[in-house]
Structure formats: C-alpha cells, structure tokens
C-alpha cells in the first residue's frame, strides 16, 4: 500500500524499482536502524495477537518480550541493540499490553498482519489494490477500526485528508469491498488510527488518522486511485521524479539516480 503512496510522491521511484527492477544494496555490516526496529516490532505483535487470549499483564508482557527477542534473534547480541534498541521495545511491550487490556471490552474481533484485496476496471484493464493490515479491529457496536503501527512519524492529519498519505483509508476501501478475510462486505469502518509505537517514557500514543470521518477518506481515496491509474495507464504520463514539490518523501532509494540534488541546485541557480 505504501507503493500507492510512493506513486503519489515519486512515480520515478515506482519506475526503477518494478519497471527496471533495480534494488538497493544493504550497507556491508550495517548496525539495525529504525526500520528494521520497526520490522521486528511487527513481527513481534503480530505473533503475539496471534495467540487471541491476552490473560493477566504479567502473563502477556512475558509472552510479547518473547516474540521479540524471536523477532530480534541474534541481533540481541549486539551491545548497541541490547543497550538502546531492546529498552525501547521493553516499553513498548509495557504500554501495548496496557493497551489491550483496556481496548479488550470495546471489540469482539482481532485480525493481525492479513493481507486483503480488491480490485476495478480502469482504462488499462483491471486493476487489482493489494494491502496488508497491521491490524483490524471489529468493535462490540459492529465496526471496524483500522490500525497501523508507526515506529517513525506517522502521517499527518493534513496529509491524510489530501490523500498524500493514503494506506490507512485504502485499507478501509478494502475492507468496506469485503477484501479482508473474515470482514464482511459493507461493514462500516468507525475509525482509521495510527499507534506510535517508539519506545519513549509513554511507550506507545494512539491518535486518529484525520479528522475526517474514515467513510468520508475512504471514498476519497477510492476516487483519487481511480484517476491515478487512469493517468498513469495513458503511455504518455512520465514516471517522473517529485512531480509534486510540496509532497517531497522523506527518503527515496532512487534519488540520486534520478539526480534530484543536481537538478535541485540547478534550478536554484537559476532563480
């Protein structure tokens, strides 16, 4: 889903990594930065949900430190990992466990980690919209609530309500399409949350994706995805580089093959 979102800001990004099929090369011996943090957070949660009975604090706070000293495997061994990353976790585990036990009374389900899709007729033939969920959550009153976890900083409420940020009311569009395993077609989807899981004092934060009502954003980004791949399955659209200067992504493993810096500093020379 985050490859709509990348569509969005660098379609050049999407060109070199699916059309040209280029793939950045790890750094040799490179320490685990936040975002492989993040992918262990995920995998950790992910198979700890897994199990569905939560049972007492303690009880559960064991079981999720265990899943991540899985997710983080050998790495643990690793002074800068066991010193800063695996504290972070700790607290983490701490605030997610809380969490669950206070949010337990509000829902009747659980999905972790499942893939969903559906699909549509555009001018280029059918195009078929591919996510996975971090989480859904059906709530006691019959709703959904999509959450995604962000280890970095998630989206803001103004680039989600632009559809700058689409992979969270793209998920609703799924799972209101009945894409989702277990999800019923035409459930209505309540809320769209993002938990900032990094590890600080407070452990973790949930905030609400926008403003906006989630039915409201998912029709939007139904209808924005629509135009964009009508665009983009006209042969004469460019994959260009940052088409849209105000929505620069904050990394791009592709920019300097694009020159986006050379061409930067032309243009200001320029001016």
């Known amino acids: 889903m985050t490859q709509i979102e990348t569509w969005i800001r660098d379609p050049y990004s999407l060109y070199?990594?699916?059309?040209?099929?280029?793939r950045p090369l790890?750094?040799?011996?490179?320490?685990?930065e936040a975002a492989q943090f993040g992918t262990f957070v995920h995998q950790a949660i992910?198979?700890?949900l897994t199990n569905g009975n939560i049972g007492s604090a303690e009880d559960a706070y064991a079981r999720l430190l265990a899943h991540g000293r899985t997710a983080f495997g050998e790495l643990l061994q690793r002074p800068a990992v066991e010193a800063?990353?695996?504290?972070r976790f700790q607290r983490i585990a701490r605030w997610f466990v809380g969490n669950e036990i206070e949010r337990g009374s509000t829902l009747t389900a659980t999905w972790a980690e499942i893939d969903g899709r559906t699909a549509f007729e555009a001018p280029g033939g059918r195009f078929v919209l591919k996510a996975k969920a971090d989480r859904l959550d059906?709530?006691?009153?019959?709703?959904?609530?999509?959450v995604d976890y962000k280890t970095g900083k998630p989206p803001s409420d103004s680039d989600v309500q632009a559809g700058a940020a689409p992979q969270l009311p793209l998920e609703a569009v799924i799972?209101?399409?009945?894409?989702?395993?277990g999800v019923a077609a035409g459930t209505a989807v309540s809320s769209l949350e993002y938990w900032r899981l990094i590890g600080g004092d407070e452990g973790g934060v949930c905030k609400p994706a926008a403003k906006a009502p989630a039915e409201d954003l998912a029709r939007q980004a139904a209808d924005a995805l629509a135009i964009l791949v009508a665009t983009f399955d006209d042969p004469k659209t460019p994959?260009?580089?940052?088409?849209r200067p105000h929505l620069v992504p904050r990394y791009s493993d592709y920019a300097h093959l694009a020159r986006v810096k050379e061409w930067a500093i032309e243009d200001e020379a320029e001016s």
Do not use: Q
Not at 26 to 32: R, W
């Open 239 to 243: 994959y260009s580089a940052l088409p």
């Open 26 to 32: 790890d750094p040799l011996d490179a320490e685990p």
């Open 175 to 181: 799972a209101r399409a009945g894409g989702f395993p």
């Open 138 to 146: 059906l709530m006691t009153d019959g709703s959904l609530a999509i």
């Open 16 to 22: 070199a990594r699916h059309v040209l099929r280029l």
């Open 46 to 48: 992910g198979a700890f």
């Open 84 to 87: 800063f990353w695996w504290p």
